[in-house]
């Protein structure tokens, strides 16, 4: 899938959690989850040395590389229930450590925002034509549904830029349309 369907991916997911436990997060804090959450969509893929971020980085290619060979490759540590788990707990850390305990509950916000976008990326791509080894160092690509990869998305194509992607649209109509009130409240 392409960067930009994981961020409409992620937004969704957002939106749908935001509905389902609605929070009061103010215009600076709801305004910086709503970037935390785009950029936990594409985090996955620093795995890869060509990812968008390597690429607007000087030595970004030669980073990507050494993190790439870090990570076992494009879909695998990043993609895997231990990645999750592994930078959701260093991300946690990180806050308690680091951040003035005055500022902890609006880092948390951050961290959950962000986690939620990292998190629909596996997710998003477990629907691919290549899967996602979720327990990975076990060699097992899960796909949805299984059988044929005619079934599945293949990044760039028509069933991911035009129905995929409308579909999204639609489903994020819908949350907005039917709890515009509760979303609205996150940023007062």
Not at 161 to 169: K, M, N, P, S
Request: aromatic share 10%; proline share 6%.
């Amino acid at each position: 899938m392409t960067g930009t369907t994981h961020q409409m991916v992620a937004l969704l997911a957002a939106l749908w959690i935001g509905t389902l436990h609605p929070v009061q997060l103010g215009p600076v804090v709801g305004a910086l989850a709503v970037i935390m959450v785009m950029i936990g969509a594409l985090t996955p893929d620093l795995d890869q040395p060509a990812a968008n971020l390597w690429r607007r980085m000087l030595a970004g290619r030669a980073i990507g590389n050494i993190f790439q060979m870090f990570s076992g490759g494009h879909r695998h540590l990043t993609h895997s229930v231990i990645g999750i788990v592994g930078i959701a707990l260093l991300l946690r850390w990180m806050i308690i450590t680091f951040i003035n305990p005055d500022f902890i509950p609006q880092a948390m916000a951050l961290w959950y925002a962000y986690m939620i976008g990292y998190i629909s990326h596996p997710i998003a791509d477990t629907l691919t034509d290549l899967g996602v080894p979720w327990f990975w160092p076990i060699p097992i690509q899960i796909k949805i549904p299984p059988g044929s990869r005619a079934l599945r998305v293949t990044t760039g194509s028509f069933v991911e830029t035009i129905l995929f992607r409308v579909g999204i649209v639609i489903a994020v109509t819908l949350i907005l349309r039917s709890h515009w009130e509760t979303i609205w409240m996150m940023f007062k």
